[in-house]
């Protein structure tokens, strides 16, 4: 028989092979010591209460209740006769349930990407007595304070959690775990939070491409990192002056003022324990003298043009004008 505190349990004693004397007493647990009389209960009439005998037979039942059940009323009660014997078959096992202990999850902390892992839950009973019968005790699992997903996480039995095919993405998850006896409700666990290592996927350039076109004299700042688990070492490389730069999350490839003499290819490498992928730059420094010189033939061109125009508007001008007189100067002389 199983009880919650604070609730009233009828307690019933079956008994065999003939009747019991008019007196019984309830001698466990060793916080009661009750006389239960089958006429009253002169002792305890507010909490506990004689019922009375069901069946005055040779197979008789007692039944009384106990109101508001606290947890020294658990144990294992016993009938007596008035000769202080035990009454063969008169007894009765009372468990009064309270909330499982808060659990703990064990499992790897760092599982290789790919792989399955397996989280278990464990938490022990309270209820008393303590070496009252097995109770079913169940758990309910969450994710970053939300239950998982069916699709990532898959329950193997009530304590174990299996999570398939962890990712990189895992990276960082949250999980805890919480036991339920009779209903009873147990604090949440502490998380147990996932660290899957992984090596690098991408190269990353901040704020540009794959080839960069800088004015001669100008700055030149390129930041290159890499996502890694644990982080990467991010290394530059200029694979014409076997240049190296190298920084830790991050590699700076910096210079003041460029000049050509820089131009070329540059590789920015990634690498950890469990991997690395390299990203070319390609640099092209543009000549300050080229650039100017560019600039230059775009005057005389564009007078010429100019002129150009100018000297055909005036021919047709003239050509107008001409005709005109022409046409004229025969209607006088006609």
């Not at 278990?120 to 079913?136: A, E, F, I, K, Y």
């Not at 530059?236 to 210079?255: F, K, N």
């Not at 920015?268 to 543009?286: P, Q």
Request: hydrophobic content about 35%.
């Amino acid at each position: 028989m199983t009880v919650k505190p604070d609730s009233a349990s009828f307690i019933y004693f079956v008994w065999v092979n003939g009747l019991v004397s008019e007196r019984l007493l309830v001698v466990q647990p060793k916080s009661h010591r009750v006389q239960v009389f089958n006429n009253s209960d002169t002792d305890n009439k507010i909490r506990i209460r004689y019922t009375g005998e069901d069946s005055p037979s040779q197979i008789g039942q007692l039944r009384f209740t106990i109101y508001n059940v606290t947890v020294q009323d658990a144990g294992t009660y016993y009938c007596q006769g008035s000769n202080g014997e035990n009454v063969t078959g008169c007894r009765q096992v009372v468990v009064v349930a309270q909330k499982p202990s808060t659990p703990t999850i064990t499992g790897p902390a760092s599982p290789v990407s790919g792989e399955n892992v397996t989280l278990t839950c464990s938490s022990s009973s309270r209820s008393l007595p303590p070496d009252h019968p097995p109770l079913t005790m169940t758990y309910i699992w969450r994710r970053d304070s939300t239950l998982p997903e069916s699709s990532d996480e898959s329950l193997t039995s009530g304590d174990d959690l299996t999570i398939t095919h962890v990712r990189r993405e895992n990276q960082g998850d949250n999980y805890s775990c919480q036991a339920v006896e009779e209903g009873l409700e147990s604090d949440w666990s502490l998380g147990h939070v996932l660290d899957v290592p992984y090596g690098p996927v991408q190269i990353l350039f901040e704020g540009t491409r794959d080839k960069l076109e800088v004015e001669e004299g100008k700055p030149l700042t390129v930041r290159c990192s890499a996502d890694c688990n644990p982080a990467c070492t991010v290394t530059w490389w200029d694979t014409s002056t076997q240049m190296v730069i190298t920084g830790h999350r991050e590699a700076v490839l910096s210079m003041p003022a460029v000049d050509v003499s820089v131009s070329g290819q540059y590789t920015c490498l990634g690498n950890n324990s469990h991997g690395s992928a390299s990203r070319n730059l390609t640099l092209e420094v543009l000549s300050r003298e080229l650039t100017e010189s560019g600039v230059v033939p775009i005057v005389p061109v564009t007078a010429a043009c100019s002129v150009l125009i100018v000297v055909i508007a005036f021919v047709i001008v003239a050509v107008v004008f001409r005709r005109n007189r022409t046409k004229k100067g025969g209607k006088v002389y006609r």
